[in-house]
């Protein structure tokens, strides 16, 4: 690109956390940077040089905040393709492409992208009804999710049995073989419109049963480092399959003989590389601007153990958001608070993250215990 980056205009569809990270990296650039997001006060709405509260979903509204943009990224993938299809027919830059949002929005079709270019993943069915689920002769128990619109352990269940059907949802889904995995894991990739990929190093992820949304993240994996390679392999060629520009997160399950299975892609800035911003060498949205401007792409290796905690809000509270515990873990050394400025709390509501960095693994991990029993966000 001829022009330097200061002198750009930067599009986000979506104001919440990852935006609004997005944006503090940004700073650092001189990038002037374009919020559209529905909620009047989303996260990103006084970081942003300019701020529209309207919706991402709608064609006109994405249409005509874009073409204010000279390059267009998304914080969450349930925006208007067909908008961004023809902003990219008009000559603006739309990173990652609308194609591969396109892909990534149905998980059927994701799934079968896998299918097609060789990318392990767990056995899978297509079905559009409840009728469809009761003659499809997989083997229960199994994995039920909406093809479309499911997140944060929304529009995903478990099917037990043939009884379960009759509660299963009622629209598009896939069904997959319940995976029995010792570990999940991901790798964040990026690459860059000059074909430059890089990895950062593999993390593991402790799930939240009740919430199902990761509550623990550590960095880096002590996993052996064959199966390191071999997952920073699969995200590349996922990468490299699609051709994207930016970022893209690749959840994956290791299995307990050791295999490696993709669960899903998420082509943004994502919740499994929050870390990086203390716990590398580049953070993962620093990462994001780089490719998507083209430059050269960051050093992704790891400074120290990280071990990063979700704060999600209270069950039973719902209301102004209040930080019981914050001055507590202030007090300890290399814990690093990011709160994502939101008003209010509910119940599981992602409220901001902790990052906790030590020399010491173990000791790492037994802060973030500490923490995770002390901080807590209550109205």
């Known amino acids: ?56 979903t709608d064609f006109d509204t994405v249409y005509n905040f874009g073409k204010k943009a000279d390059i267009i990224t998304i914080e969450i993938e349930k925006v208007n393709i067909e908008a961004l299809e023809q902003l990219e027919k008009e000559g603006k830059h739309v990173y990652p492409q609308s194609r591969v949002i396109r892909l990534i929005q149905d998980k059927g079709v994701q799934k079968q992208f896998f299918k097609e270019n060789n990318i392990p993943t767990a056995p899978f069915q297509l079905v559009n009804t409840k009728e469809d689920m009761r003659n499809s002769h997989f083997p229960f128990p199994y994995i039920l999710k909406q093809r479309k619109d499911g997140y944060d352990g929304k529009g995903v269940m478990k099917i037990n049995n043939l009884a379960d059907i009759e509660n299963a949802f009622d629209a598009p889904c896939l069904i997959e073989q319940l995976v029995d995995f010792e570990k999940e894991v991901a790798v964040i990739v ?64 290791i299995t307990k003989n050791g295999d490696i299975l993709v669960n899903e892609l998420a082509p943004r800035p994502h919740n499994s590389g929050h870390h990086t911003i203390e716990g590398n060498y580049v953070s993962q949205f620093d990462q994001h601007l ?66 906790i960095v030590d020399q010491n693994r173990e000791k790492a991990i037994e802060k973030a215990n500490y923490i995770k029993d002390t901080l807590k966000v209550i109205s």
């Open 1 to 56: 690109m001829a022009k330097q980056i200061s002198d750009l205009k930067l599009g986000i569809l979506g104001g919440g956390q990852l935006g609004r990270m997005l944006i503090q990296e940004a700073i650092n650039y001189n990038l002037t940077t374009l919020i559209l997001d529905p909620d009047t006060d989303a996260p990103c709405k006084h970081l942003a040089n300019y701020f529209e509260c309207g919706s991402i």
């Open 190 to 253: 990026s690459r860059n419109p000059n074909g430059d990929v890089k990895t950062f190093p593999m993390v593991e992820m402790e799930f939240n049963a009740e919430a199902n949304l990761v509550e623990f993240l550590i960095s880096p994996s002590t996993y052996p480092a064959s199966i390191q390679h071999k997952a920073e392999t699969i995200a590349k060629n996922i990468a490299s399959s699609l051709n994207i520009t930016g970022l893209l997160a690749v959840e994956m399950f």
């Open 290 to 355: 780089r490719a998507i401007f083209n430059l050269p792409l960051g050093d992704t290796r790891t400074i120290n153990n990280a071990v990063m905690i979700n704060l999600l809000g209270e069950k039973n509270h719902n209301g102004v958001a209040k930080y019981q515990g914050l001055e507590k873990i202030m007090a300890i050394e290399g814990v690093y608070i990011h709160l994502y400025g939101k008003k209010y709390t509910k119940p599981f509501r992602k409220m901001g993250h902790v990052t």
